[in-house]
Nanobody
Framework: QVQLVESGGGLVQAGDPLRLSCAASEGTLSNYVMGWFRQAPGKERQFVAAISRSGDITKYADSVKGRFTISRDNAKNMVYLQMNSLNPEDTAVYFC?????????????????WGQGTQVTVSS
């Protein structure tokens, strides 16, 4: 089992960068594929990015490709989401998630553990 804690959210202006972090307060993240999802008010949870256990394979939603970068530091038990060129459409609560299967799923129901989320608000 793993417990996830996100941090790094906040209020930024359009075009600004922001880096989110996901830490494991319990468990070892290297055992899991890690993903980032987001959920805007009134909308379904949406896939953002995923990274393999070793970090050598990544997958992104088309809406963030080229702007966001997912990475991990297994020695520090951390996962990151570097977000550049933010726009108001990126405003959402961002969630970190862990998947035991080893496959890079883009669907939220495949992930086993979730953090509480961190709010990202991008003003125009």
């Amino acid at each position: 089992q793993v417990q996830l804690v996100e941090s790094g959210g906040g209020l930024v202006q359009a075009g600004d960068p922001l880096r989110l972090s996901c830490a494991a307060s319990e468990g070892t993240l290297s055992n899991y594929v890690m993903g980032w999802f987001r959920q805007a008010p009134g909308k379904e949870r949406q896939f953002v990015a995923a990274i393999s256990r070793s970090g050598d394979i990544t997958k992104y939603a088309d809406s963030v490709k080229g702007r966001f970068t997912i990475s991990r530091d297994n020695a520090k038990n951390m996962v990151y989401l570097q977000m550049n060129s933010l726009n108001p459409e990126d405003t959402a609560v961002y969630f970190c998630a862990a998947d035991r299967s080893g496959l890079l799923f883009m669907t939220s129901y495949n992930y086993d553990y979730w953090g509480q989320g961190t709010q990202v608000t991008v003003s125009s």
